[in-house]
């Protein structure tokens, strides 16, 4: 999931939509299940996290949504499962200083499902 503040939402959205469009092509282009029998994408995601290729390929293969969906969007997820902005939001909250507000926000106050909607096409 990405997060954007105002400056990518208000002032300059065409720069969130493309980083929301190569994520989305990275998804669908590398990190279909079975990920991990690619030693490319192995390679190319130990760099990234400075880790061992081993650590890539022993650990467990991660779910992604070729549509970024969030949270109890994603097929499969148990009824009642938290979404990610909500916990999100409880450890910001617990934390204390990172955000501005002192009680969870409602999903459609965080998420601008609209603007992954204009990229992904829905």
């Given at each position: 999931?990405?997060?954007?503040?105002?400056n990518m939402l208000d002032e300059d959205?065409?720069?969130?939509?493309?980083?929301?469009?190569?994520?989305?092509?990275?998804?669908?282009?590398?990190?279909?299940?079975?990920?991990?029998?690619?030693?490319?994408?192995?390679?190319?995601?130990?760099?990234?996290?400075?880790?061992?290729?081993?650590?890539?390929?022993?650990?467990?293969?991660?779910v992604w949504d070729p549509d970024l969906?969030?949270?109890?969007?994603?097929?499969?997820?148990?009824?009642?499962?938290?979404?990610?902005?909500?916990?999100?939001?409880?450890?910001?909250?617990?934390?204390?200083?990172?955000?501005?507000?002192?009680?969870?926000?409602?999903?459609?106050?965080?998420?601008?499902?609209?603007?992954?909607?204009?990229?992904?096409?829905?």
């Amino acid at each position: 999931m990405l997060l954007f503040g105002s400056n990518m939402l208000d002032e300059d959205p065409k720069v969130g939509q493309a980083l929301i469009r190569a994520a989305a092509r990275t998804v669908r282009d590398h990190l279909k299940p079975g990920y991990k029998e690619d030693p490319e994408t192995v390679e190319a995601m130990a760099a990234a996290f400075k880790t061992s290729e081993d650590a890539i390929s022993s650990g467990s293969e991660l779910v992604w949504d070729p549509d970024l969906a969030i949270g109890y969007e994603l097929e499969g997820v148990p009824a009642g499962t938290p979404d990610y902005l909500s916990l999100i939001q409880e450890t910001f909250l617990a934390v204390g200083g990172v955000i501005e507000y002192t009680q969870p926000l409602t999903r459609t106050q965080v998420y601008d499902q609209s603007f992954l909607d204009a990229v992904i096409k829905k």
